[in-house]
């Protein structure tokens, strides 16, 4: 039975459950990912800011069609 059958056949209470899960998992791993950062040294430094605004970007060319 495929994953997307096998959720319809969950109860509305159950889905919302699930889904409701899923989005707090969601907002606690943005709340949290900024303080690991910090804790694990991760945060990047004004170098690092510098050579970011230093790299090459890269931008699209319109291209006219001849028909």
Request: proline fraction near 4%; avoid cysteine.
């Amino acid at each position: 039975m495929p994953l997307w059958t096998s959720y319809r056949a969950l109860s509305m209470q159950t889905r919302l459950l699930i889904g409701a899960g899923i989005m707090a998992y969601a907002g606690f791993g943005l709340l949290v990912s900024d303080k690991a950062e910090e804790a694990l040294g991760l945060v990047p430094t004004e170098e690092d800011k510098q050579r970011l605004r230093e790299a090459p970007t890269v931008s699209a060319a319109v291209q006219s069609v001849l028909s």
